[in-house]
């Protein structure tokens, strides 16, 4: 995949095409990167779910808000990002089944 604001002269265009190939980052709908932007928490949560192949369990998040430790007022489940940031912020055991993550407890 290649941005069309990243060009082969970018000293980091070799890295951002490699994460794009593994699916750790996606660019934008319009098809840039925005590399000179300054990343977002959003943005660190998928990367980072993304590279450790990691899900959130959406029925153990609804059924257990109230209870998580972090929740965020800036965002709910209809932010792009919103599974992303409760994955990566809410410590948890799991149990794994391909993509799919099964949340057995969160950490207070």
Partial sequence: ????DVPASHWAAKSIAYAATRG??????D????PGNNITRA??????CRLLERSADKEYIH???KELPRVFADMNEHHWA?????????????????N?????WTYP
Avoid: Q, R
């Fill in 43 to 48: 943005e660190v949560a998928a990367v980072t």
């Fill in 24 to 29: 750790w980052v996606t660019g934008y709908a």
């Fill in 82 to 98: 919103y599974w992303y940031v409760m994955e990566a912020a809410n410590g948890h055991d799991y149990t794994k089944s391909s």
């Fill in 100 to 104: 799919a993550e099964a949340w057995l």
């Fill in 63 to 65: 059924a257990h808000l």
């Fill in 1 to 4: 995949m290649t941005f069309s």
């Fill in 31 to 34: 098809g840039t990167f925005k």
